[in-house]
C-alpha cells in the first residue's frame, strides 16, 4: 500500500527543484567564495593562487577582524545580558495586564516588524549632531555638556549600534519567550496559587525553570545573529569611524567593493560561515548539558 | 497561541496597590521606548524642513504638510519602486511556498533512504549568513548575467527563506492525521494529486504563516537590493531614501515621508496577520 510513497520518480521531482535552489544560491556560492579565498584577486583582471596566504594574513596581522569578532561578542553579550532578560521579565508581566495585554503585545512587537532600512535611518537622524532628537532632549533637560556626536566617536558609536540592535529585535524576543509563557500549563499555576505560592514565587520557581528548553534556542538564535549582524551596522555607521564598528559582513563587504581586494573579502566571508556553523555547534553542546534535565 | 494550553490571563492573579502602579508604569515606559521613534517619524514627516531644527520634540503639524508624501511620490518614483518591490515579494513567495510544501511533503510523509541525512543538511542552511554569499554570487551573477535582474534577488530570497518555511510547513504535517492519505491511496489517487487535493486545503494556515514570513524578509531586505541592482528602472523600494540623500539632501520632511510610506505596509500586514506571524517566529523557537 505505500508503495507510491516510496516511488523514487515522485521523491526526485518533489525534491530536485527546491534542492537545486538551495544548492546554487547556498554552497555554491561558499565553493566559489573557498576558491576566491585562495586568491589575490583585485576585483578585475588576472589574478594568482596564493593558497591560504590570506587566511594567515587575517590571523596574524589584522586587527580590524578581531575588532571585527570583538563587536559581534559584544552584541551578543547585549543580548543575552540585557535584552533578554528583560524580554523575560516583560514576557511574565505582560499577562497581568488583563484587557490591555493584547495592545501591549503590538505594540512591543511593531518595531520589529518595520524594515531595519528605515528603523536605522531613523535612529540615525535621533543621534544626528544638527537635528537630532537626543541631543535636542539633553537640551531641555538642562544637560547640554552631555550632548555627543554620537556616532562619531567609536565608544559612543558602538554603543549606539548594540543599543539600536537590542531595540529593534526587542519585539523578537519578548515574543519568544511570551509564547513560552503562554505555554505553562494551567494546573502548575492552580496548584502553585492554592499551596499559596505569590506571584513572585510562581514566576521564580515554576515559570522561570520551565522556560529552561526556549532559553537555550534564543540564547543560540541571539548569538548568532550577533556574528550575522550587517544592516544595522551598514547603514548606521558603514563601519566607522576608523573600523571602530565593523562586523565581519561590513568588513568583508567594505574589503571587496571599497578596496577592491576580493581575495581577502572572501577568506573574511568563508570565515563568516565557519564562526556561525561553529558558535552554533559549540553552544549547543554547552547549552544542552547545562539544562538538559528539563529538555 | 501555539499550545493548546493557551491561557487568557493569569488564573487568579490581581494586582492592586503599588505593584499595579509599578506595573503600569514599567509598561508605558516600554510602549513609549519602542513607539516614540515611529511616532517622532510620522509627526516630523508632516512638518517642514525648517522645523527639523527647532526646539520641539514632537510638534503639531499645523497645517500638516502633506506636499511631503506628493514631492516623495514624484521625486522618489515611489510608484515604480513599489511595484518592482512588490514583484520581486510575490515571485519569491510563489517560489518559497511551492518548494516548501513539495520538499516538506516528500521529508515527512515519503520513505527514502536519504531523508533524514538531506532534512538535516536543509536545516543547517539556517545558520548560514546570508551575507556571506554577497561576494560570490555578486561575481557568480556578473559572470552569468544576472547582475540587474530580479533574479538576482528572487533566487537568494527564496532559498535562504526555505529552510525557516520547510520547518514551518513540517511541524504542522506532523499534526496532520494520515488516514486520509491512507485510504486515498487505496483509491488509487497519486502523490500529486493527493498534494493537490487533500494536502494543500489543510496546510493553509501553515503556507499562510510561511508566505506572510516570507513577505516581510523580501519586503525589507535591502543589501543584496542595492548591491546586485543598479539599474534605475529595476530599483525596488528601499532605494527610495538614497534618491533623496542624493538630490534633495536638505528636504528632511521628504525624506520622512519616504521611511513612512516604506513601513506603512510592513504595519498594515502586521496588523491583518498578527497570529500568522505571531506563530511563524515561535514555530522553531518554543518547541527548542
Known amino acids: 500500500m505505500h508503495n507510491i510513497l516510496g516511488d523514487r520518480k515522485t521523491i526526485f521531482w518533489l525534491m530536485a527543484p527546491g534542492l537545486l535552489l538551495f544548492s546554487l544560491m547556498i554552497f555554491v556560492p561558499i565553493a566559489v567564495s573557498f576558491y576566491y579565498s585562495l586568491t589575490n584577486w583585485a576585483g578585475v583582471g588576472d589574478y594568482g593562487m596564493v593558497g591560504f596566504r590570506n587566511y594567515a594574513d587575517i590571523f596574524a596581522s589584522d586587527p580590524v577582524f578581531w575588532k571585527s569578532l570583538l563587536n559581534s561578542v559584544l552584541l551578543g553579550l547585549g543580548f543575552v545580558l540585557v535584552q533578554h532578560p528583560f524580554a523575560i521579565l516583560v514576557a511574565m508581566l505582560v499577562q497581568y495586564g488583563g484587557r490591555w495585554e493584547k495592545l501591549l503585545r503590538v505594540c512591543i512587537f511593531i518595531p520589529a516588524i518595520i524594515s531595519t532600512f528605515v528603523t536605522t535611518k531613523l535612529w540615525t537622524s535621533i543621534f544626528d549632531t544638527q537635528f537630532g532628537l537626543l541631543n535636542r532632549l539633553l537640551d531641555q533637560v538642562g544637560l547640554t555638556s552631555w550632548q555627543q556626536d554620537w556616532l562619531g566617536q567609536p565608544h559612543w558609536a558602538i554603543a549606539c549600534i548594540v543599543f539600536v540592535c537590542m531595540w529593534q529585535g526587542f519585539g523578537y524576543a519578548f515574543l519568544l519567550y511570551y509564547a513560552g509563557v503562554k505555554g505553562v500549563p494551567k494546573d502548575l499555576y492552580e496548584a502553585a496559587m492554592l499551596d499559596g505560592a505569590s506571584g513572585a514565587q510562581l514566576n521564580r520557581r515554576i515559570v522561570l525553570p520551565l522556560l529552561a528548553p526556549v532559553l537555550r534556542v534564543n540564547v543560540v538564535l541571539a548569538i548568532v545573529s550577533a556574528f550575522k549582524q550587517m544592516e544595522t551596522v551598514y547603514l548606521m555607521t558603514s563601519g566607522g569611524p576608523a573600523n571602530s564598528t565593523q562586523f565581519l559582513s561590513t568588513y568583508l563587504y567594505s574589503k571587496a567593493f571599497r578596496e577592491s581586494l576580493y581575495g581577502y573579502g572572501n577568506a573574511i566571508s568563508v570565515l563568516l560561515v565557519v564562526i556561525c556553523l561553529a558558535v552554533t555547534l559549540v553552544l549547543n553542546r554547552a547549552l544542552k548539558r547545562e539544562v538538559g534535565e528539563y529538555g | ?288
Open chain 2, 1 to 288: 497561541m501555539s499550545s493548546p494550553n493557551t491561557r487568557d490571563s493569569v488564573p487568579g492573579a490581581k494586582m492592586s496597590g503599588g505593584p499595579r502602579l509599578l506595573f503600569v508604569v514599567l509598561m508605558t515606559a516600554l510602549v513609549v521606548a519602542e513607539l516614540f521613534p515611529l511616532i517622532w517619524l510620522f509627526d516630523f514627516s508632516l512638518l517642514g524642513s525648517g522645523d527639523f531644527f527647532g526646539s520641539d520634540i514632537l510638534k503639531w503639524p499645523n497645517p500638516p504638510k502633506w506636499q511631503n508624501y506628493v514631492d516623495a511620490f514624484r521625486n522618489a518614483h515611489i510608484p515604480l519602486l513599489f511595484g518592482n518591490s512588490l514583484l520581486v515579494s510575490a515571485v519569491s513567495i510563489v517560489l518559497i511556498v511551492a518548494c516548501s510544501v513539495a520538499m516538506g511533503y516528500a521529508l515527512t510523509r515519503m520513505h527514502w533512504r536519504w531523508r533524514k541525512p538531506t532534512l538535516a543538511l536543509v536545516m543547517a542552511g539556517m545558520i548560514i549568513p546570508i551575507y556571506s554569499t554577497l561576494l560570490p554570487n555578486f561575481m557568480v551573477f556578473n559572470e552569468t548575467g544576472l547582475l540587474n535582474s530580479y533574479f538576482a534577488l528572487i533566487l537568494p530570497y527564496a532559498a535562504f527563506q526555505i529552510p525557516i518555511s520547510m520547518y514551518i510547513i513540517t511541524g504542522f504535517l506532523e499534526t496532520v492525521p494520515r488516514a486520509l492519505e491512507e485510504a486515498a491511496v487505496i483509491d488509487g489517487m497519486t502523490v500529486p494529486g493527493m498534494i493537490f487535493k487533500i494536502i494543500l486545503p489543510l496546510l493553509k494556515p501553515a503556507i499562510a504563516t510561511v508566505a506572510v514570513m516570507a513577505f516581510l524578509s523580501c519586503w525589507n531586505e535591502f543589501i543584496m537590493a542595492v548591491t546586485y541592482i543598479d539599474k534605475d528602472a529595476l530599483r525596488t523600494l528601499p532605494f527610495a531614501v538614497v534618491y533623496f540623500m542624493g538630490q534633495y539632501s536638505s528636504n528632511y520632511g521628504a525624506q520622512f515621508a519616504v521611511l513612512a510610506i516604506i513601513s506603512i505596509p510592513s504595519i498594515l500586514i502586521y496588523t491583518l496577520f498578527t497570529d500568522q506571524i505571531n506563530r511563524g517566529i515561535t514555530a522553531g523557537a518554543v518547541k527548542g
